[in-house]
């Protein structure tokens, strides 16, 4: 059977990507942050899944505005990596892991999810960044196939976060109900705090920020009862990507250990910030 | 016989009722005046009392200007950073710095900050060539001004053999130039010129541009010429006065002169270079700044209405991650919104780079994004726009924690 091994939250902005294209790490501008993602890297390093599940949303790249899926599933071999208006970022093609995503989408919507699904996706920074996260030289692979997740955070009404923690839930018992021995990673991307138009463009709000951080292991209940309406006022009207978050730690099994994590402003426009969980499975004592 | 006077101050008037008509009709036009920044280093009084004087003289005109006063110690690479900000800064059409500036700075370097679209003083290199060609370009205000008050008086000039005293790079040598352009037989002559009485007594035109009171001697002066005193020291001319008045068809006063008509002069180039400023920016070569523009509201939902509004907006934009479309957008912007189905006020924030119009209009950020990638403005810069600040004020507040409400 397949499980989950650990989960990562992240966020995915673009010029966290930017960063290492252009061998930017090292500024005094970006060392920070990745100095941080450090202990989190060497540790993943050593525990690599043979799939990725990634949480995520695109923007404006793979969906526009004619259709919008609340929640859509990847089902295809492979992905290109999209040029969203300033080229490609050059990191390799990414491989699906399609029998894993037909055995996701099937699962989900057994369990009244509706799921869509893409056969052609384009994945654009919102999955790659946080790839690039979790392996900063991947050469010429990956070091882990792929299913995509989507999920809208862009146009309003966005699934309620207790919708996503519930979708992450039922992820996690089909990731586990997969008959083939895999090791999977569940990646929650986006967020922390960030409003990129209007007056209130540049909003951070780093109490929410740490209460977030904390609770997304020891409470997650209380992240799944606030409302969309809660996330835009509280992290901004793109900060509400956080719910999806909720997706992977939903995946989580009952126990969970907290690896590694780190909180950086700015990146860019962003509070930047990364989670790492090890699942202990259903039956070990964390 | 007693020479008629040249009435720069009686002509400039004239010059600036026809500039607040041309102010008028672009700010009906465009909804926003022509702006002027001028610049000032350190506290020199007379530069001090011009620049306040062509303050004054936009004010009347419907003209924005916008001060910069910088402290005499500053350095050139200083100067030379703050004068290509406002290079790039969409919101001035024109830029005016006020010479001579402090000994230890390098001029040239500084002039040739400004943006040659902005030199409306001409004092460019760009500019001088452009002149020097003969081609369009932005005339130095005080040769201009001379060749609008020669003209303002019918003077003829073909065939005329012009005296040009002085030869600085933005007064004497643009102006011997102009007249040569105007078919006239130019003579430079300058302090190391031999026989300068009898040059000037050559003269069917002379130009005193030496900045020597009083260096020209009225006897010298030919029965029936014309006499343009461009001296500048105090209210005392290159020329004497009332001997040249006495031989000369036509003089200049000083005051009076030749001063007014170089201020109208940079206030009409002003508005021309509001004007090509207008309609690159229509081309959608240079983005617009949102203070002068729309106003953002704190938050902007997509929700279903804003899509529903936003629709044909959000779709040009988001063609733009197509390479293919990228070029054919750049070629022809406003054949290209309209391919789009754009609505007016749509197709005019795309056009104008009003990026919180575009919001208003239902735009979405993410695709909105696309168009400002497009001309190489970051996230930060749109951060400005929305929140009145400069791209990089943005980015400090950012590097600071970002921006903290409630
Ligand atoms: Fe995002």
């Known amino acids: ?286 | 016989m007693t020479a008629q006077i040249l009435d720069g101050r009686a002509v400039s008037v004239a010059i600036l009722d026809r500039v607040r008509r041309e102010v008028d009709e672009f700010a009906a036009e465009h909804g926003r005046v022509p702006a002027l920044a001028t610049v000032l280093v350190g506290d020199d009084p007379a530069s001090r009392t011009y620049v306040r004087m062509k303050a004054n003289r936009c004010a009347k005109a419907g003209i924005d200007s916008h001060r910069v006063e910088l402290d005499a110690a500053i350095t050139t690479g200083e100067l030379v950073s703050r004068i290509r900000e406002l290079s790039a800064d969409p919101a001035v059409d024109g830029i005016l710095l006020q010479h001579p500036v402090p000994d230890h700075i390098d001029e040239r370097a500084a002039f040739e900050a400004i943006e040659p679209a902005k030199d409306v003083d001409g004092v460019t290199r760009a500019s001088f060539a452009a002149m020097a060609f003969d081609e369009d370009g932005f005339r130095s205000a005080t040769p201009g001004g001379i060749m609008a008050l020669l003209d303002a008086y019918d003077i003829p000039l073909p065939g005329r053999h012009a005296v040009v005293v002085g030869r600085s790079p933005i007064l004497g040598r643009p102006v011997g130039m102009l007249l040569l352009a105007r078919d006239a037989t130019v003579t430079y002559c300058h302090s190391r010129t031999a026989g300068l009485a009898e040059r000037v007594a050559e003269a069917d035109i002379v130009v005193a541009a030496a900045g020597r009171p009083r260096l020209i001697r009225g006897e010298w002066i030919r029965p029936g010429a014309v006499v343009v005193d461009a001296g500048y020291a105090g209210n005392t001319g290159d020329v004497e006065y009332e001997e040249a008045a006495e031989r000369a068809a036509f003089i200049t006063p000083v005051p009076g002169g030749v001063g007014p008509m170089t201020i109208a002069t940079l206030l009409a180039q002003t508005v021309r270079a509001a004007r090509a400023h207008q309609t690159r920016r229509s081309r959608g070569a240079v983005p617009v700044r949102g203070e002068a523009m729309t106003k953002a509201r704190d938050n902007y939902l997509l929700d279903l209405a804003a899509s529903r509004q936003g629709y044909a907006l959000n779709r040009l934009c988001g063609s733009l991650k197509d390479e293919e479309n990228r070029r054919r957008f750049l070629e022809d912007e406003a054949a290209y919104c309209d391919a789009y189905g754009l609505s007016a006020e749509q197709r005019k924030a795309i056009l104008e780079r009003d990026w919180t119009a575009m919001l208003e209009l239902g735009g979405s950020i993410f695709y909105t994004f696309k168009l400002a990638m497009l001309d190489k403005k970051s996230m930060q810069y749109l951060g400005g726009v929305f929140t009145g600040m400069s791209a990089e004020e943005f980015a400090a507040a950012m590097r600071s924690g970002g921006r903290k409400f409630g």
């Open chain 1, 1 to 286: 059977m397949a499980r989950v091994i650990w989960g990562l939250a992240t966020s995915h902005v673009p010029s966290i990507g930017a960063a290492m294209d252009n061998g930017k790490t090292e500024d005094p501008y970006w060392k920070p942050l990745f100095d941080g993602y450090g202990p989190a890297r060497e540790w993943m390093a050593e525990h690599r899944p043979d799939v990725a599940v990634v949480v995520y949303n695109d923007h404006a790249n793979a969906i526009d505005l004619d259709l919008v899926p609340t929640f859509a599933v990847g089902t295809a071999e492979s992905y290109d990596v999209a040029d969203e208006g300033w080229g490609r970022r050059p990191v390799p093609p990414v491989v699906g892991a399609p029998q894993l995503s037909e055995h996701l989408v099937r699962e989900l919507m057994d369990s009244s999810f509706d799921i869509t699904t893409c056969h052609r996706l384009d994945v654009d920074h919102g999955l790659t960044v946080p790839l690039s996260v979790y392996c900063p030289d991947p050469g010429d692979a990956w070091p882990c196939a792929v299913v995509p997740v989507l999920v809208n955070v862009i146009q309003y009404p966005q699934p309620t976060a207790a919708r996503c923690y519930a979708l992450g839930e039922a992820i996690g018992r089909a990731i586990r109900s997969f008959p083939q021995d895999l090791k999977v990673a569940v990646f929650g991307t986006g967020g922390m705090s960030h409003q990129l138009a209007g007056a209130r463009a540049g909003l951070i709000n780093e109490r929410f920020d740490r209460m977030f951080l904390d609770a997304i292991e020891h409470d997650p209940e209380k992240l799944a009862a606030l409302s969309r309406e809660d996330y835009i006022a509280e992290a901004g009207t793109e900060g509400i990507e956080l719910i999806m978050w909720l997706v992977m730690r939903g995946a989580m099994s009952g126990k969970l250990a907290r690896i590694h994590d780190t909180y950086h402003v700015p990146a860019s426009n962003t509070a930047a910030a990364l989670a790492l969980f090890e699942d202990l499975g259903e039956g070990a004592s964390a």
